[in-house]
């Protein structure tokens, strides 16, 4: 009987709530907010009782239930497009209606917990959750742009009601047919392994060196060799413009080097320098756990500081030094600053010709190039944690 009035006096109405609130946008579509208000309210009302009664003990059917019947409600109010709202809307009422008439909403806080301090728990677990939102929204919005038919920056009406006549790969294809695309391509898959290299060998000796408790000035050197990561982009690029402008002059006058390979030089050690403090700071988190009495031993045993280092010391950082390698590699992918200070045209990386795409010549083929790199960025970092595990594993610790 406790649990009947909970649910009628807490379950029910706040889902009420939520399906009241999600009827009335999913009504703005059609010019029927009023209804789809009193429509949702009743319908999230209806999924939290059934979740507490009728279906307390088969969520999976429960849930499946709630979107099925929002996905009809969708299909005769707004078709295609309704079906899609009808569904998410559907899937979230099913899930928040069984977290509240459960009692799921408490787990995570000790049993004696207030009411207030289950709030407040369950308030800071929504903030977390707006905050993952506003990061991940601009994101979730070029995807689907990049299908669009039209050459347009904007939902057409026949994308916003799911008309397969409103989506094209053509922005695709016109990345990989343009020459300009391909160019830029090119030379992005050269520059970034290139430096991605120098910031993994360079980072990886100087996060070994600065891990020795007996180099003097250790913390004053640490700050010096992650500075790039703290000093405003367009401050380092014109510290670079001047720096390596010289550098490929000397190389052109004295070596005979091309203007061209020249350039790709410079651009290459100014991303290598950049990607430096990622490799140093993954490699020196690594370095916490070693147990440097293994390469004690190693010496004791005969091998030499090199094969120790290649024998014994790098299998056990190399999750932290692909790691930093990963980001360094990013970084380079990524960057526009300071390839547009320190490279020329013959340079020009898919960051610059995305600049000149919004600039000189409003071209949506960058939000399938822009799709693309998400893609590329979702991999590593996915591969990224997955050495985070596994470096954490190798030393003992559980994964968080």
Not at 115 to 141: D, E, K, R, Y
Request: proline share 5%; aromatic share 10%; hydrophobic share 55%.
């Amino acid at each position: 009987m406790k649990q009947d009035r909970s649910l009628l006096s807490f379950a029910v109405p706040l889902t009420a709530l939520l399906g009241a609130i999600l009827g009335f946008v999913g009504g703005q579509a059609v010019n029927q907010p009023l209804a789809g208000f009193i429509g949702g309210a009743i319908v999230g009302g209806a999924i939290a009782y059934v979740a507490g009664t009728v279906l307390a003990d088969q969520r999976t059917t429960g849930r499946w239930a709630a979107v099925g019947v929002c996905a009809v409600i969708g299909l005769i109010a707004g078709g295609i497009a309704g079906i899609v709202s009808g569904i998410l809307a559907g899937a979230v009422l099913g899930w928040v209606g069984y977290w509240l008439a459960s009692g799921d909403y408490r787990r995570g806080v000790p049993p004696y917990s207030t009411s207030g301090q289950v709030l407040w728990h369950n308030t800071f677990l929504f903030i977390c959750g707006l905050i993952f939102f506003f990061l991940i929204a601009p994101i979730m919005v070029i995807i689907p742009l990049s299908f669009n038919a039209e050459n347009f920056f904007t939902f057409t009406p026949e994308m916003l009601s799911l008309d397969p006549e409103g989506y094209s790969l053509k922005h695709y294809r016109d990345f990989f047919n343009n020459s300009d695309w391909q160019l830029a391509m090119r030379n992005s898959l050269i520059i970034a392994p290139f430096a991605t290299l120098i910031a993994v060998s360079l980072g990886t000796l100087a996060a070994i060196g600065l891990s020795q408790s007996d180099i003097p000035g250790r913390q004053a050197i640490m700050a010096i060799l992650i500075s790039p990561m703290i000093v405003p982009l367009i401050i380092s690029a014109t510290g670079m413009f001047f720096f390596y402008s010289a550098l490929g002059n000397w190389l052109e006058a004295n070596l005979g080097f091309s203007q061209e390979l020249s350039g790709y030089i410079k651009v290459i050690l100014a991303h290598g320098a950049l990607g430096v403090p990622f490799v140093i700071i993954t490699v020196t988190a690594t370095l916490v756990g070693f147990d440097k009495s293994l390469t004690r031993a190693s010496a004791n045993l005969g091998a030499g500081p090199v094969r120790t280092f290649f024998k014994v010391q790098m299998p056990l950082i190399l999750p932290g030094v692909i790691s930093g390698g990963l980001f360094a590699f990013i970084t380079s992918f990524d960057e526009v600053v300071v390839v547009l200070f320190v490279g020329a045209a013959a340079q020009k990386t898919l960051p610059w010709q995305m600049f000149i795409g919004l600039r000189e010549q409003i071209s949506p083929t960058i939000l399938a190039v822009a799709t693309i790199l998400v893609c590329i960025s979702i991999a590593l970092l996915t591969t990224v944690e997955l050495l985070r595990r596994r470096s954490e594993k190798m030393r003992g610790m559980s994964p968080g």
